[in-house]
Nanobody, 126 residues
Framework: QVQLVESGGGLVQAGGSLRLSCAAS????????MGWFRQAPGKEREFVAA????????YYADSVKGRSTISRDNAKNTVYLQMNSLKPEDTAVYYC???????????????????WGQGTQVTVSS
């Protein structure tokens, strides 16, 4: 059992940067693979980035590859998403998600994740 709370979203101009945080309570995050997803108004939730239990396995959507970095600090029970060179099309609610206990491999499919945070709004102005 784990509870997730995202923070760090806000309004930023195109080309700017944000670092999103996902703080967990309950089980230590070392027991979970983690993912970031986003959902824009009128669109389906889409994959952004994922990280495995060891931090050595990471995956990124093509839309953010090269300008985003997912990381984790298990000692702080926190997962981060650093986003640089932001574009207006990055505007969305960003969600942190965890897979089930001992499901250690990251995936890109929302249905593979059991625990979800409430989301944090990212708005990129042009």
């Amino acid at each position: 059992q784990v509870q997730l709370v995202e923070s760090g979203g806000g309004l930023v101009q195109a080309g700017g940067s944000l670092r999103l945080s996902c703080a967990a309570s309950g089980r230590t995050l070392s027991s979970y693979a983690m993912g970031w997803f986003r959902q824009a108004p009128g669109k389906e939730r889409e994959f952004v980035a994922a990280i495995g239990w060891s931090s050595s396995s990471t995956y990124y959507a093509d839309s953010v590859k090269g300008r985003s970095t997912i990381s984790r600090d298990n000692a702080k029970n926190t997962v981060y998403l650093q986003m640089n060179s932001l574009k207006p099309e990055d505007t969305a609610v960003y969600y942190c998600a965890a897979r089930g206990l001992r499901l250690l491999q990251p995936t890109t499919t929302p249905s593979d994740y059991f625990y979800w945070g409430q989301g944090t709004q990212v708005t990129v102005s042009s």
